[in-house]
């Protein structure tokens, strides 16, 4: 039986059994409106569509990837000379640089920022390091009010539910159930669902609260090393919205966002928004390199796990990523189990690569939340090995000891099989004789398998026994 836990303060996700949230228990929950799974997943299928027409009318495209995954190499084997590189020059730009190891730090840092000017109010634009390190309810937990400035994020936030997707925050929401929150939250009419006039509504909200907030908090997308600025996509222009009006802009990043020279961004700003939503580019591309007159400016770079990502070799790449939400959008478990389902805040197949790196035990399910059909792979812009990482971790897993008790008991018992020729007759035959005469002791709702498929026809012999039948004397 299904139960609560809160993973954030605020936030709650259903929890399966005693030892942890599981992906397919998580996934069943969603599954139970088929209707909006369908929605979910044709939506998401148009979005991939969309992202290979506008792919397809770059030639170079490929060479875009190359290029890229190439620069994050080179940062990945550079990293600390380039974030030193950034960070003197930032300050010589004016920037108060901070350094965090994990989200306790950070979140600290935000905090005391925010007390010593004296305010309670934050304005955040979207930042999935900050989903991260949970910083909203760290926030709540001291008394400061933070209001997310992007549409989806403050949808969710309304919601009170964590992000399914990291580009499309309330992806997984009918337009009807965010005419609902807006009616309780923001007083427009009962079953008014017309998104323009949602969007006006939003749009008059969040104005009035960047006009009203002293502090404001964006994410990072690039952090260029050799000028030491930074730059913040988005497609609503909020983030410029709240940092231009604001007195303290705090900028959030992860380690992993340096790129090396202002020349290559373009690269990356070619494949960010093309493998996110199709777009040609992001809307808004704001450079920050220096506060205004009269302004604060503070970057946060924080680790929390990153380092310790880097020494593994073989789930290094995965700093690679940017954060498009390609993969998500092509993988078929994703589509059809919901971003909610990953119980992490990078959700779909990038996700289930780096949160067993943050906590092996808790997120050992999710390594195996994919049919590994490599379509992650494909689409990912800056080339990450996605579908063998995930292979390879679901082995780092097993070999940790952190395998459900049934799949290590059913795997031995394979194991003992498949090495005795003897017990592999007897067992094949012993199949075949269960499925053609007590049928129902496998074709019952306690297997699994079974649920979704019908047992195959058990054939009259096994191969063995036709082939020494048919075997033509030498
Ligand atoms: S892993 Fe690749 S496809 Fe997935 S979000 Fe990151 S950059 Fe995009």
């Known amino acids: 039986m299904s139960q609560n836990i809160t993973t954030h303060t605020d936030k709650k996700l259903p929890l399966q059994g005693a030892g942890g949230a599981d992906h397919a228990a998580l996934a069943d929950i969603f599954n139970k409106d088929e209707d909006r799974v369908n929605w979910h997943d044709e939506t998401l299928w148009w979005i991939r569509a969309k992202r290979d027409l506008s792919v397809h009318k770059i030639p170079e495209w490929e060479a875009l990837r190359d290029t890229a995954s190439a620069i994050k190499n080179n940062v990945l084997s550079n990293l600390n000379s380039y974030l030193q590189q950034f960070e003197a020059n930032a300050q010589a730009n004016g920037i108060v640089i901070h350094w965090a190891a994990d989200g306790a730090e950070h979140n600290a840092i935000v905090h005391s920022l925010i007390k010593k000017h004296n305010v309670t109010r934050m304005v955040k634009s979207k930042s999935m390091l900050t989903e991260e390190l949970h910083l909203n309810e760290y926030l709540a937990e001291n008394g400061i009010d933070v209001i997310d400035s992007d549409l989806g994020e403050r949808i969710v936030q309304l919601a009170k539910e964590p992000p399914s997707h990291i580009v499309l925050p309330c992806i997984h929401k009918k337009k009807e159930e965010i005419g609902e929150l807006f009616h309780q939250f923001l007083g427009t009419p009962a079953g008014n669902a017309d998104p323009q006039f949602l969007t006006e509504t939003a ?57 090396p020279e202002r020349k290559h961004l373009g690269v990356f700003l070619r494949l960010l928004t093309r493998s996110a939503t199709g777009q040609p580019i992001t809307t808004y591309s704001s450079h920050f390199s220096k506060p205004r007159d009269g302004q604060e400016m503070h970057i946060i770079i924080v680790d929390n796990g990153r380092t310790v990502q880097l020494g593994r070799e073989d789930f290094r790449n995965s700093l690679k990523c940017i954060r498009c939400g390609a993969c998500m959008n092509t993988c078929p478990v994703y589509r059809r189990s919901g971003g909610h389902s990953y119980h992490n805040a990078i959700s779909g197949p990038i996700g289930a690569i780096l949160a067993p790196n943050l906590d092996m035990e808790k997120y050992a399910d999710l390594p195996f939340a994919s049919t590994l059909c490599g379509s992650c792979s494909n689409v990912c812009p800056v080339k990450i090995d996605i579908h063998d990482q995930l292979y390879k971790w679901r082995q780092v897993i097993v070999q940790n000891g952190y395998a459900p008790t049934a799949k290590k008991l059913s795997m031995q018992a394979m194991a003992t099989t498949l090495a005795s020729p003897f017990a592999y007759h007897m067992a094949g035959k012993a199949g075949r004789l269960v499925m053609k005469y007590a049928p129902f002791a496998l074709n019952n709702k306690l297997n699994p398998w079974y649920k979704q498929r019908d047992m195959p026809k058990p054939p009259d012999e096994s191969f063995g026994e036709w082939y020494k039948k048919n075997r033509k004397a030498p």
Request: aromatic letters at 6%; glycine letters at 8%.
């Open 203 to 259: 749009r008059h909200h969040l104005r009035e609260t960047f006009l009203s907030r002293k502090v404001a908090l964006t994410g990072v997308n690039f952090a260029i090393a050799e000028t030491g600025e930074f730059v913040v996509c988005t497609n609503e222009g909020n983030a410029d919205m709240g940092a231009h009006l604001s007195d303290i802009h705090i900028a959030s990043m992860g380690i992993e966002k340096i790129i």
